[in-house]
């Protein structure tokens, strides 16, 4: 058995909503699977306006159409914006549910490594007030990177 067959498949897993911080962290992710020559995956988390108590009480499935959408076209954005070229394998993936499930549902192979961003003055300040981060932390198994940035 060759080494190449025994290694894992690397990823480097990255969570993007449409700010400057999700964009600073996709940079540095990008970075790390150039690093480690791994597979960058794209992820934003949706749920639908009103939360999904509300959807399941009035669905809505072109709100939901459109949501799903504008998650997508999040993630083209955020890779425009962080120069993710095509001299890196990437998965983009808009998966409906809570962002701290989903992204740590997503990271969860061996190899895997978790990267989030999050403005500078609320990791001073306190996880408290970073609910997403704070969740991935607890229930990440692997690796998690969180990229501090400046406030927008």
Request: aromatic share 4%; hydrophobic share 40%; proline share 5%.
């Amino acid at each position: 058995m060759s080494i190449e067959s025994t290694r894992c498949s690397r990823r480097i897993v990255v969570g993007v909503h449409g700010t400057h911080g999700s964009v600073q962290a996709l940079r540095y992710a990008a970075y790390e699977a150039r690093q480690r020559q791994a597979t960058l995956t794209v992820v934003n988390a949706w749920i639908p306006a009103g939360g999904e108590g509300a959807e399941r009480v009035t669905p809505c499935p072109e709100l939901c159409s459109t949501m799903r959408e504008r998650a997508r076209l999040d993630i083209e954005e955020a890779c425009r914006q962080a120069k993710v070229g095509d001299d890196l394998a990437v998965e983009k993936c808009v998966v409906r549910g809570s962002p701290g499930e989903v992204l740590t549902r997503v990271a969860q192979q061996e190899g895997d490594m978790l990267v989030l961003g999050a403005p500078r003055q609320r990791l001073v300040g306190s996880l408290r007030r970073t609910r997403i981060i704070k969740y991935c932390l607890l229930n990440c198994h692997f690796p998690v990177v969180v990229v501090a940035v400046p406030s927008d």
